[in-house]
């Protein structure tokens, strides 16, 4: 699986074609390049500390610990300072983005001309004016590394772009390719989820990357402020792995985040801090103070929002539909910030919160991940019931901050809200998290719910999952099981058990297949055929969905084939024909199902799932993708009547028991397995929970335990 899953757009190589950065100006197969370091020239490779790479592991501790030292002190250094270089040069940025056509089309010939003399493609030029304002071109030729920054750059490509421009003077110890590639090692680990790197995994990418002094890059980039350093205790298992003994000092890790995931996770922390300490419960008529008679005080004031007291609550959770429902309600009364976790069916209980406290009189919201999740959620009884001139008040996390839908905004710019119930809050990146707490003001009710067991966002950090296990706030767990043959499979697969299950009406059926070109045609078989003529689910109602774009079985490959079967055609409008399913996302973690209406020199015209229309201009088509099969992270929060679940005999290194619970969670009424990777699927399940990620949001919590919660 050689592409990402999280539903990004394809990387865009800065090598392609005749032009890119590894032709005449790049790296010729072959010969040794700064970032191709053969096993001799790494072992004599210089290491963080100025030691041999291949010193003795013992030696190599040492020199980490002296350099994660040295940063931990360039950070001290900067804490007075009155604000990081790296807001400055942003803030200049933003300053020299073109303002007129005029200058955005000088922009874009000057960057042009750079690229192309440095053997790169002119393609990249909207997005370095995007990146850099005005003086894209001036920036490139200063430092060529930084179109490392860049969609799809990698360091061999940036390598021969430097070359292209400044010859032999670009050398692999140059500082300035030095500081990128600290930048990039950064940038590709959020992409893996990571909200910080220990400073040790970080040194050891710069020397694969042929970097001589990887110690005064890490130094570098610290003092210019585009990182942030951290120093955090180690506990339990990861300090009984580190040594040390009952008296010795906490063992510690450094780490290193970009500045934006340092400052959002801050931010989040504090959000949650800010809503737990200026929470204040509601009082019951007989235990508040007497209002003043008519005609005393002062002039009548503005009328009070809602403050239910403990009795309105109590009613509230007598009256609720099941016992976890009513645990949920009581936790809210008391609580300004409630987890919650369960499976699908264990919506019910949020829902139910939401029609209790619209009761109540509060200002109550809930946020679903897609529009297709806020649907179901409003079908729910006792949601359903509500008359159809006022909808529940349901939207997405997009609608709610754009305005789009939900409250509308206080004076003070905050939701105007007294309670918001967050659905899917695993899929919430700390960056989206962060802006969503900023969104709420003093005092405000937070719950978040969601499945502990499903994929984490495909954005950086797990924030739902450190909260859960930081305890910083009630947890209520569901007792709704998800029934029926597909909620018992999921169900096994969540305590890392994989056992067959009764299907009398063929809910789950798993097929072999001997490879991947056999995978995919028993997939789109079923898609075509199968499951509509023997279970009556429409092809429309089924989705394909594979560990990854690439591959014998990734989703270009059943895209190919299901376009083939039901709905071929030339693609006409790039690639794309009238009828064709279109998933559309445009940032990871995103991803909008859509269906082809017709093409023209405009663009193509799309119709949504939720009925919504929009006109995509040529130049952005590329970045759209066939619908019939997706990835499993471009399918979390949505749920089709069928699904149809790809293993190519690749898939074991993408397969974790979190995937897998996952993919196999998005069929309603049936669910296919198409299992073509041997015993990789039971190994994944039994021993692989998730994909670790490094983040800081938990030790955050746990340095304000003592004096906030």
Not at 23 to 49: I, L
Request: aromatic residues 4%.
């Amino acid at each position: 699986m050689t592409d990402a899953e999280n539903g990004a757009p394809e990387e865009t190589s800065a090598g392609s074609g005749g032009g890119g950065a590894t032709g005449d100006a790049g790296v010729v197969p072959g010969q040794a390049s700064p970032e191709q370091v053969s096993p001799e020239q790494d072992a004599a490779a210089p290491d963080a500390a100025g030691g041999p790479a291949g010193a003795d592991p013992a030696d190599r501790a040492a020199a980490v610990a002296a350099l994660a030292e040295r940063v931990r002190s360039v950070g001290r250094s900067a804490e007075g300072a009155e604000g990081p270089a790296a807001e400055g040069e942003a803030a200049a940025a933003r300053a020299d983005r073109p303002v007129t056509d005029e200058q955005r089309a000088q922009a874009l010939k000057a960057t042009t001309e750079v690229l192309t003399a440095g053997g790169a493609p002119a393609e990249l030029a909207a997005a370095a004016v995007a990146a850099f304002g005005d003086g894209a071109a001036e920036q490139l030729r200063e430092n060529p590394w930084s179109v490392l920054t860049l969609p799809g750059v990698r360091p061999e490509h940036a390598d021969g772009f430097a070359r292209g421009l400044l010859g032999p003077e670009a050398g692999p110890g140059d500082q300035r390719r030095a500081q990128a590639l600290v930048g990039w090692l950064l940038e590709q680990a959020a992409l893996r989820g990571h909200s910080a790197v220990e400073i040790g995994e970080l040194t050891t990418g710069l020397e694969r990357l042929g970097v001589p002094d990887c110690a005064a890059a890490v130094q570098a980039v610290v003092v210019d402020g585009h990182a942030m350093p951290f120093q955090e205790e180690l506990t339990g298992a990861e300090a009984h792995a580190a040594g040390g003994g009952e008296d010795d000092e906490p063992p510690t890790r450094t780490l290193l985040a970009l500045e934006r995931l340092a400052l959002a996770e801050e931010s989040l922390a504090e959000g949650l801090i800010r809503l737990m300490s200026t929470f204040v419960p509601g009082e019951d008529p007989l235990e508040a103070e007497e209002a003043p008679e008519d005609g005393e005080g002062a002039e009548p004031a503005e009328e009070a929002p809602a403050a239910p007291g403990p009795a309105a609550w109590e009613a509230a959770a007598a009256a609720a539909p099941s016992s976890s429902a009513a645990a949920l309600v009581r936790a809210v009364a008391e609580s300004a910030l409630v987890l919650h976790t369960g499976g699908e069916a264990a919506r019910a209980e949020p829902a139910a919160l939401l029609a209790a406290a619209t009761g109540l009189g509060l200002r109550a919201w809930a946020a679903t991940w897609t529009d297709q999740g806020r649907d179901a959620f409003t079908a729910l009884a006792p949601l359903a019931d509500a008359p159809a001139d006022a909808p529940a008040p349901v939207a997405t996390p997009g609608e709610l901050l754009s305005g789009a839908a939900g409250p509308g905004r206080a004076g003070d710019g905050t939701l105007a809200l007294d309670l918001l119930i967050v659905l899917d809050a695993p899929l919430l990146d700390v960056e989206l998290a962060a802006t969503l707490l900023e969104s709420l003001a003093d005092g405000t009710r937070l719950v978040l719910s969601g499945d502990p067991g499903q994929l984490w966002s495909a954005g950086p950090g797990r924030f739902f999952a450190d909260l859960l296990a930081a305890k910083a706030c009630p947890a209520v767990a569901s007792r709704t099981p998800d029934f029926g043959p597909i909620g018992e499979l999921v169900s096994g697969v969540g305590i890392g058990e994989l056992q067959p299950v009764e299907a009398p009406d063929k809910e789950v059926v798993i097929l072999t297949a001997k490879d991947s070109g056999e995978a995919v045609h028993r997939a789109v078989q079923l898609l075509t055929d199968s499951i509509p003529r023997a279970l009556g689910i429409p092809s429309e109602q089924v989705v394909l969905l594979t560990p990854g774009h690439g591959g014998g079985a990734g989703t270009r490959a059943l895209n190919t084939a299901a376009k083939a079967r039901l709905n071929p055609g030339p693609g006409r409008f790039g690639g794309f024909d009238p009828g064709d399913r279109v998933a559309d996302s445009p940032v990871p973690g995103h991803t909008r199902l859509a269906r082809v209406v017709d093409g023209d020199a405009t663009g193509l015209h799309l119709e949504y799932s939720d009925g919504t229309r929009r006109t995509v201009p040529p130049a952005e088509a590329g970045k759209l993708r066939h619908g019939w099969a997706l990835t499993v992270h471009q399918a979390v929060g949505r749920r089709w009547p069928g699904a149809v679940v790809v293993l190519p005999e690749d898939a074991g290194a993408a397969l974790t028991r979190q995937w897998v619970y996952t993919a196999f969670g998005r069929g309603e009424r049936h669910l296919s397995v198409v299992h073509a990777a041997g015993p990789a699927l039971p190994q994944a399940v039994a021993g692989r929970p998730s994909t670790p990620r490094t983040t800081r949001l938990r030790a955050i919590l746990a340095e304000n335990a003592a004096e906030s919660f």
